[in-house]
């Protein structure tokens, strides 16, 4: 499969569902806090959307009580994870673009959540929706994980752990890091060696 030019067909409809969630002021708000929107009303919105936009495709969807959802494609038993979050840091100031918009200029594009994490995730959607869409044989069931509390403590995820299926292996597409195994913090070090190694 010409995987590049295959995406390409999904551009617009990506685009226009990425302004759907870039349009949701998902930051934690706990002042509209309830039972099925722990972290306030814009997770629980944005959540809502992105599960919407897994029925609309055909996928199986699960709403882990407002914490996390999961988009699930494939019956095997084996599984592969996907960990995204749809939540948000606050909007700031001095933005020369709209920030709950997506606006497309010279190739990039803008709007908060774009790359940390409501664009990687719904990459991943898509590369799932076009495998989905072209019948790709899958040795193991996907299941693309949304959080709705990563900017905040990771609440969300660690909510999921204790309810929810724990894939087997996974990764993270997160900002402009390319594919993330785990993080756990940063270090900078310098090493020496008096060996030729």
Not at 75 to 81: I, L, M, R, S, Y
Not at 90 to 101: Q, V, Y
Request: with cysteine; proline share 5%; aromatic share 10%.
């Amino acid at each position: 499969m010409d995987f590049l030019n295959l995406t390409k067909e999904y551009e617009s409809s990506y685009l226009e569902d990425l302004n759907t969630l870039v349009s949701i002021h998902s930051i934690r708000d706990l002042s509209t806090k309830t039972n099925s929107a722990p972290f306030g009303q814009g997770p629980r919105q944005a959540l809502d959307a992105f599960l919407e936009m897994g029925k609309r495709d055909g996928f199986d969807t699960k709403d882990i009580d407002g914490y996390a959802g999961v988009i699930s494609y494939g019956e095997q038993k084996d599984t592969v994870g996907i960990l995204g979050h749809l939540d948000i840091v606050p909007i700031g100031e001095d933005w020369s673009k709209e920030p709950l918009k997506v606006t497309l200029d010279d190739g990039y594009v803008f709007g908060r959540g774009v790359m940390d994490d409501k664009g990687p995730t719904l990459a991943a959607y898509y590369a799932l929706k076009l495998l989905k869409d072209h019948r790709v044989p899958l040795k193991k069931r996907v299941m693309l994980i949304a959080g709705c509390d990563e900017e905040s403590g990771m609440e969300c995820i660690q909510y999921y752990k204790k309810h929810a299926e724990i894939p087997q292996t996974g990764f993270v597409p997160d900002a402009d890091f390319p594919v993330i195994y785990g993080e756990k913090g940063g270090a900078h070090v310098t090493l020496s060696s008096k060996d030729d190694t």
